[in-house]
């Protein structure tokens, strides 16, 4: 059975020869780009965690109540939202904002770990692991979807509600996170050792 690889100027289907690749209709050199795929997938997750901490450190929002500011953190405003009594909606930001990024990194390092160095794994448990990073993505994005709809709602004369430079962090953790997902090339999964 023949391996085929795509050329990236003109997309024609080219023999993958496994050693200097020339496209045939525009005579092109044919890279193979796992090894990028595995050093940008992995510089996406190193930046996503170094903002990981900002997000968390720094105030994800601040309210201001007649005059008086005060400022909460991720684990702060799950903290008082569990003491008036909002469990699920603590129990969700904490999950979503705090577990679910911790859960993407460990994944996502996994793979970028094992598809470099491992044999004891089957591929289509690392296939599995890549699809659940890639299905909850987007659900750590909560947290900012709470704090722009509170700021939105509670817009009053007397109460303002305005994101905290954690926010920012936050989303480009999130950011790099989902671009770490969409440039892991699933070859790396699929290739022999």
Not at 23 to 46: D, F, M, V, W
Request: charged share 15%; hydrophobic share 45%; proline share 4%.
């Amino acid at each position: 059975m023949s391996k085929y690889i795509r050329c990236p100027i003109c997309e024609a289907v080219n023999y993958d020869t496994k050693g200097d690749i020339t496209c045939r209709r525009c005579k092109q050199k044919i890279y193979h780009e796992k090894g990028r795929s595995y050093q940008a997938t992995l510089a996406y997750l190193i930046t996503a965690i170094i903002f990981y901490f900002p997000a968390n450190l720094y105030p994800m929002l601040t309210t201001d109540t007649f005059g008086e500011k005060s400022q909460s953190t991720i684990i702060g405003g799950v903290i008082s939202l569990w003491e008036h009594g909002s469990y699920p909606i603590a129990l969700i930001i904490l999950v979503a904002s705090v577990f679910v990024p911790i859960l993407k990194f460990i994944l996502i390092g996994y793979l970028l770990i094992w598809s470099k160095w491992s044999h004891h794994r089957s591929d289509i448990d690392k296939h599995k692991l890549f699809y659940i990073t890639e299905v909850i993505g987007p659900w750590s994005m909560i947290d900012v979807f709470v704090v722009a709809i509170l700021g939105a709602l509670v817009h009053l004369s007397i109460v303002e509600i305005t994101p905290g430079p954690a926010a920012t962090s936050f989303a480009l953790m999130v950011f790099f996170t989902l671009m770490a997902a969409l440039s892991f090339d699933t070859r790396l999964i699929w290739e022999e050792k």
